[in-house]
């Protein structure tokens, strides 16, 4: 199994607060759980890894180049590799929830607007939220806003993906249908590397679909 | 003490125009690296800009062109008439209408209807944590919101202003043909014949230095806005009255240009 990402005493300093110190590796096919104790880490932690400006130590390394080392060329190769599903990145209120979805990749890719239109809608589809392409975001459920979020990062392919307190104010039916799709989402890739964000264990080990084969408390 | 209180009052009164002329060369600078990566995204918003900036405040601009016409013209031309004719009545006009009512009057309309939009729009996406969800998605919101809003707005002025400047000048003709027995062909004669290079690029250069003035303000106070939904009324006002301040200033420094130009 190839290191992909690595994180060693890795400590942000974010908003006048540090993180404790996370020392972690991530493999190829890795689904790793990390228990926040505060929502901080998680603020701290989604950022840092956006390159939303985050002062850091220690060391975090992308396929063994650490990220202080980062060319723009390595920015977007990460940025390629790279996506999150967070509430704290909503979506965009005055697109409508198609355009939220191939608005990444018709921005970086210069794409024919048509192209991406139909694989944004096939992936609504596959959410089951295919009904709401051509509404605004504020017409949506907060599932609804959850599964189009996924939808967007869906959309880029990443290697690594990042879901941060997804499973939150969500019932049992909910949660394991968008557990159930994560883990399909997983499962397309060998090497795809899955890390989700909770405040509480007990939350993620009711998943059923979801294997984890690291569960950090930080 | 004198330099410290020399110091505040350069700050006062050139802190603006030096943080605005910095945020353009920000957007400009955001423009070279980042193009043509997402031209076809940041397209999508002029168009969509020019739609609500100018598409839909035509009507208005139309009726105000309408308006100004009849309005300055039945107001001067009996006056007028008698001290030089025709020739004068076309010069006023030019003067009154081309070169200064109509782009200080369209430029204060769309103020109060685009500007107050734009500054509260991109207050609420900062508020939203929108903006730093396009940074995450790898866009540069400068170059996404900014840029496109400034080539659409001065589209829009420029076009609308050119619009309500038309009308305005035949709604003039038809007002004084019916009310002072002035002919068409005199008329236009008459303002052809006042017409110069001077009134056209004047025109031009007040709507482009509007055009890009305007929306630079609003987005700068729309992406000053910090963490609160109280501060969006705030800036909003500050924005309005920004532009309104700077609109008039590059009014009369470019009459001034021009004028020294001729």
């Given at each position: 199994m190839a290191v992909k990402l690595k994180?060693?005493?890795?400590?942000?300093?974010?908003?006048?607060?540090?993180?404790?110190?996370?020392?972690?590796?991530?493999?190829?096919?890795?689904?790793?759980?990390?228990?926040?104790?505060?929502?901080?880490?998680?603020?701290?932690?989604?950022?840092?890894?956006?390159?939303?400006?985050?002062?850091?130590?220690?060391?975090?390394?992308?396929?063994?180049?650490?990220?202080?080392?980062?060319?723009?060329?390595?920015?977007?190769?990460?940025?390629?590799?790279?996506?999150?599903?967070?509430?704290?990145?909503?979506?965009?209120?005055?697109?409508?929830?198609?355009?939220?979805?191939y608005l990444p990749v018709f921005y970086r890719d210069n794409i024919k607007e048509d192209l991406v239109f139909d694989k944004a809608y096939s992936i609504l589809e596959e959410l089951g939220i295919e009904k709401k392409f051509n509404?605004?975001?504020?017409?949506?459920?907060?599932?609804?806003?959850?599964?189009?979020?996924?939808?967007?990062?869906?959309?880029?392919?990443?290697?690594?993906?990042?879901?941060?307190n997804v499973f939150s104010e969500l019932d049992e039916d909910k949660k394991d249908y968008f557990s159930g799709k994560i883990a399909e989402f997983h499962n397309e890739r060998t090497d795809r590397i899955t890390i989700i964000t909770s405040r509480s264990e007990n939350e993620l080990n009711e998943l059923e679909a979801l294997k984890f084969n690291k569960i950090i408390n930080i | 003490?004198?330099?410290?209180?020399?110091?505040?009052?350069?700050?006062?009164?050139?802190?603006?125009?030096?943080?605005?002329?910095?945020?353009?060369?920000?957007?400009?600078?955001?423009?070279?690296?980042?193009?043509?990566?997402?031209y076809l995204a940041v397209r999508k918003i002029v168009y969509k800009q020019i739609y609500f900036s100018g598409v839909e405040a035509l009507r208005l601009?139309?009726?105000?062109?309408?308006?100004?016409?009849?309005?300055?013209?039945?107001?001067?031309?009996?006056?007028?008439?008698?001290?030089?004719?025709?020739?004068?009545i076309g010069k006023i006009l030019l003067v009154a209408i081309i070169r200064e009512a109509i782009p200080l009057f369209i430029a204060v309309i769309m103020i109060a209807r685009s500007g107050t939009a734009i500054t509260s729009e991109l207050g609420l996406m900062k508020i939203n944590g929108e903006v730093l969800s396009l940074k995450s998605l790898g866009i540069e919101p400068v170059y996404y919101i900014v840029f496109p809003r400034l080539v659409a707005f001065t589209i829009s002025l420029f076009t609308i202003t050119l619009i309500a400047a038309f009308v305005s000048v035949i709604t003039g003709s038809f007002t004084l043909?019916?009310?002072?027995?002035?002919?068409?062909?005199?008329?236009?004669?008459?303002?052809?014949?006042?017409?110069?290079?001077?009134?056209?690029?004047?025109?031009?250069?007040?709507?482009?230095?509007?055009g890009i003035t305007i929306p630079l303000i609003c987005c700068f106070y729309g992406l000053s806005i910090k963490k609160s939904a109280t501060e969006i009324p705030q800036m909003a006002t500050k924005s309005v009255l920004s532009c309104f301040l700077y609109v008039f200033l590059l009014n009369v420094i470019l009459d001034f240009l021009v004028l020294i130009w001729q």
């Open positions: 994180f060693y005493k890795l400590i942000i300093n974010f908003e006048g607060e540090k993180t404790p110190p996370l020392s972690l590796m991530f493999e190829d096919g890795d689904t790793v759980a990390l228990i926040f104790s505060r929502d901080f880490y998680n603020k701290a932690l989604i950022d840092f890894l956006h390159f939303i400006p985050t002062d850091y130590e220690g060391e975090a390394t992308f396929l063994g180049k650490d990220f202080k080392a980062f060319t723009n060329e390595d920015k977007e190769k990460w940025q390629k590799s790279f996506a999150s599903v967070c509430f704290l990145y909503p979506l965009i209120n005055n697109l409508k929830v198609i355009e939220n979805v509404q605004l975001p504020a017409f949506l459920s907060n599932f609804e806003r959850k599964l189009a979020i996924f939808a967007r990062a869906k959309m880029l392919e990443p290697a690594i993906i990042y879901y941060g | 003490m004198i330099k410290a209180f020399l110091e505040y009052l350069f700050e006062k009164l050139f802190g603006g125009i030096y943080n605005l002329i910095s945020f353009l060369v920000i957007v400009i600078d955001e423009f070279i690296k980042n193009f043509p990566k997402g601009t139309v009726q105000l062109g309408i308006l100004l016409g009849i309005v300055i013209v039945t107001q001067m031309a009996a006056f007028i008439k008698g001290l030089g004719g025709v020739n004068l043909f019916l009310f002072e027995k002035v002919s068409f062909a005199d008329f236009y004669d008459a303002l052809f014949l006042n017409m110069s290079i001077f009134d056209l690029v004047l025109f031009s250069l007040k709507n482009i230095a509007f």
